[in-house]
């Protein structure tokens, strides 16, 4: 046994009973690891045996020494099977289920870290457990307050009919998944109530469901639009004839709008061994969320132990147990990250529990798959919900894939091996492009712009990319169309939560940590994984900037402000006053490095007209007047200076300009003052349609060109919260 011991790595696992009542198993862990100090040990104790035992007093001495030697390596093998450096500490342990808390020098935030061993369906419980005040505080007061925003100024019409369409499209999506996914929910939320929550199954099982139903609303609204007694057809028989009401089209639109911040966006990067500089295969990502203030609040990264020998690496945050579905990498030298696509091929059922929500497939792929081709046949077998990509790599092999998914459709859609490959949120297979789209043209520049920047940047720095490359890359502020920009056609976002590296080969990650805004202007916390789940860290890196610009840098702070503020309570004067004060503040922070920011004005004026209608509702006219006039000055200064050494436009935004001053003409007439709007409309139609043939078939641009024609009032504007990730 000692030469064993010395000659091997390895780590035993006995199953035992928890205890007589409790019939669930757990895994008690004894790792022996080869190293100089345990050799030294081992070689003493070897020297001992192999000398002559002597008397009965030496004897009883020598043995005490080698229990004394036996008892040291089990102790100094469990400290430091549990060790996670200086920076983390054990806060709370249950049946060999440990969190962490890691904290650093440079900010009083925690990151955690939940190390845990069994199966993902019941692991769940001991999460809800130990991260109670986590998961509350965090991801599940994200989502309900953006339910409440979404469903707040509906009326008790509307409010029955969401309940009616809402039950109807979750029970599908419940009745469809797998026992597992469901047994999960059931273990997430009784840990949670044993810790003392109200959150049930069902508000779990819901808020786990969001991201597919706001896919759902958007993608049943495009089919009403295109082809509604079709559409109301199929939805009667799905969800029974007293949910096709009149005004059904109508009313599914709306919560499309509603819904619209559960989207996720997200750029992703991958360099193959072959393209990097220490020749190790590496996959980056953005997380782009609506969630953005409650995400990244509680960031976790959650070590799941499986009995099948797989160990799985998440990073996530609190209270999302399928850890690996936002972006992970497993022992196998698999890594992979999801980011959200666009499509009427959408589905909300399957027979006999067939399927899984993209997200919980994609940790079930990292915990199950020891290959490329063993993922993409689980993803192939399993299919899904809505529109995605699953951007994933094979250290390996050195192969990376982009494997596209649309309801029961997948497909993979781009493959290299030694080479690279970006993602950003478009179709690229020509089969899935048929169902595919995007909701606007503003989207449909972004997602290419962004994608064609990754793609020219990995093709000219191959053979030097490496984790900084990718941090810096991922936390960019260039657009492919204009050039030097804070937010919109960017890979960071006002919206991006968090930003992870993973370098599945030495089992390391990267992630931002989220102290300051925007995310990934915080610092990079970098950790390795070690074979006996120790974790070591790595240090920090911050992303490189451009020298001279912090007063810049500093103005996209105050512009994330401005969306966050308008988050919290976007009905509330007060809360649009800060925001357009925290724009005010942008402004001016760019202007200090000669720099004038078209996003930032755009937004204002966007606020201002918010604030305009809403004290127009009121009846305050005159002061609701003064906020037009604002909102006219704003767009008059970037109509006069567009194109200008100050400002670098794209022609798609020239022509924004121009509706937005057409707009304001019809809030002020409605209002009371003489205004026109025949110009500016005629002006924008020019320039959109000029763009026209370079997107045929672009059903949203078409409605946005004849939206010119449709006179705007107050309650319009009222009617759906200003969005910054889709109006920047």
Known sequence: PLGFFKAHDFVCFRRTKASNQDSSHFWNRIFITRNTFFNQIILIIEEIFMTSIGTSKHFRLKLKIILLIILAIFLINSARANSFGDNCTLKKEIKGQKLYGCHFPWTDKELLILDIYGEVKDTAYYHGLLLKDEIEDGILAGIKQERYR???TLDANEQKQFTQLSKCVLSSYKSSVSYDYNKMVSNLAKGLKDAGSSYSKKDLMEANFMVDLSIWFDTTTRKMEIDPRRTKRNLMLTCGPQIVMSNIGTFIKKMAKRFAKFKFGCTGVAASAAATSDHALVLGRNFDTGLLGFYEKHQLILIQNNPNGIRSVGLTTAGMHFAGGISGFNNFGLTASLHQLQSENTKISYTEQTSETTPYLLHYVLNNA???????????????????TIFIGDSKTDEIASIEMAGDKVVVARKSKAQYLPQSNHYFSPEMQKSGYEYSLGKTLESRARFSLVDRSLKNSFGTIDAQWVITMLSGHFDDLVGRRSFGRTTTKVYTAATHVMIPSRQELWMSFGDKYPTNQSPFVGFRIQGDNSIEFLGSK????????????????????????????????????????????????????????????????????????????????????????????????????????????????????LYWLAKVQDLKTEAGENASRELFAQDAKLIFDSLLPNYPGH???????????????????????THFGTVE
């Open 370 to 388: 020891r290959t490329l081709d063993d993922a993409i046949n689980m993803i192939k077998e399993t299919k899904g919900f809505g529109a995605w």
């Open 150 to 152: 979404s469903l707040v």
């Open 699 to 721: 059903h949203d641009f078409n409605k946005l060109i004849h939206s010119l024609d449709e006179k705007v009032n107050a309650q319009d504007l009222l009617s759906d919260p």
């Open 542 to 657: 911050e992303a490189k900037r451009e020298v001279g610009l912090d007063s810049w840098y500093a103005s996209q702070g105050e512009y994330v402000k401005a969306y966050m503020d308008n988050e919290d309570n976007f009905r509330s004067i007060e809360q649009v006053e800060k925001s357009i004060n925290h724009l005010n503040n942008a402004i001016e922070l760019a202007k200090n490095d000669g720099i004038t920011e078209f996003p930032y004005y755009l937004m204002r004026v966007r606020m201002e007209l918010y604030k305009g209608a809403l004290l127009y509702t009121q009846n305050q006219v005159a002061d609701s007047l003064l906020e037009y006039q604002k909102a006219e000055d704003d767009l008059m200064f970037l109509q006069e200076n567009i194109n200008s050494k100050s400002i670098t436009t794209h022609h798609y935004e020239n022509a924004l300009v």
